[in-house]
């Protein structure tokens, strides 16, 4: 379900901006991740499924298939040919795992 | 309704604004968007109609034509010669789909 | 009444300030604008009659004769030989119409 | 009352400060400004009597002499060998007159 | 009482500020100020007794000895070998009289 | 327990983004710092594990293996391989000890 | 008491923090600064025992053993080796005495 594939998910994010497929809510995970019990509600984690151009002189770092965690509400919710997606920005994100 | 064809607004906006014509609040749409639940009273897609000439140093991404994401309070709105648009500035734009 | 005649206000403004003189509160204008209702009780489109020099490294983009559109609650108002109008910066234009 | 002659009030404003003597709160000016009815109680127009050396790389553009609008509740209130003025920045000021 | 003396202070005010000896709260000064109705508990006039060397690339303006005045909350009270100073910002201050 | 040994932890903080294994709430700990009594409910030191890129133009001065001191509401708490972590800010990091 | 020696407290502030040994709460000083009545209950005076390396282009002011004032909530309070110390932001400090 972690399964880094790069999706073709027809969305452009501007500038710093990212789209993200959350992970599901699950307590343990193949990486050995463990959501804290405070945020069981919504996944904190999920993979890079496409972004932005980054701003003037501010390349992204993230890349297309990177896992990520990311703030509990972080990010916009949006839904593309079935699935739900969040769109947020880099700076919203905390680490690659 | 989402056909991309460039529209003949009398409208220039300045600076890093936008003009946007919102699309319908249909949940399924030929790209495969579906609006969520939570924003149906107002789409948060919609088309490019004009643009502006970008703040100094920073040219605008978004083209006339483009279908894009927005935030669902993003905007002003403004009526031209009988049809609703929503001015913006790019910032409050998040994807092109 | 839209009529773009450039005014001989005596009125300089200063830096990136602009006056404007609004245009009546009328639903239809010649050139197709319908001010939304939630807007009626005050015009949101008006004539530019003065400019300012601009800020540093940034030239203002409006013109004497422009007729531009701003926010409902944009600018201050004063009143010069006895007609109405209103300064603001340049950043609470939208567009030109 | 208004006329613009050149004080020789011995206040120096720092910086983008200018001091400014304010017109009495008459409706109807030589200038032809009519103070709008929200404002009566105190003048909005003023003489510059002193100004600052202006911000780094950001010379004033006010001159001793003009006579200029501001805002209502600008500047800070001092008076001088017994004349009320009031010292405010330059960013203050709307427009020359 | 508003003799420009400089003192021998030993306070090193960092960067952008100045240490300022209060005048005293009398309404009628030797160089004609007269301290407004409003302000009367507490001087807006003083003599400047130390100051900072600056910030990168901006140097002060007010000299040791100048008298200035200052907004009416501004600076830190502190007390040196028994008189008290105020410890401001060169900002705070709003002219040299 | 705060011995200095580089973790491999499997998590990359983005940019300015540092990951802290904070240390056992203990009052008296082997390098003599004593976390204030208003502070025992959460450990205020911590061993850093994992370090970003940092800023563009601003590399990160701490390093894996470095004790710092933190304040006490800083970072967000995630659990990797079942142990605790912050992962935060350089700058919520006050020194190094 | 308040003799300037240079400490040795394992403690390395990063950018612009420094560490600072408050001096003890009494109202006349050897320095003849006397706290104000207002202050009384937390000493604004200390001596600098460690400083960081400063921030990009902004090396520091202060140095180890300077005697400073800062403002009564200035910044956090640590104990390393039983004493009690502050930890701060220069541009906390006001001035070296």
Chains 1, 2, 3, 4, 5, 6, 7 share one sequence.
Do not use: H
Not at 3 to 15: G, I, M, Q
Not at 23 to 52: C, H, L, S, Y
Request: no cysteine; glycine share 8%; charged share 30%.
């Amino acid at each position: 379900m972690e399964a880094v594939t790069e999706s073709k998910v027809n969305v452009r994010p501007l500038a710093d901006r990212v789209l993200v497929e959350p992970a599901p809510a699950e307590e343990k995970t193949a990486f050995g991740i463990i959501i804290p019990d405070t945020a069981k509600e919504k996944p904190q984690r999920g993979t890079i499924v496409a972004v932005g151009t980054g701003k003037k002189d501010e390349p992204l770092t993230v890349q297309v298939g990177d896992t990520v965690l990311y703030g509990k509400y972080a990010g916009t919710e949006i839904t593309v040919e079935g699935k739900e997606y969040l769109i947020m920005r880099e700076s919203d994100i905390f680490a690659i795992v």
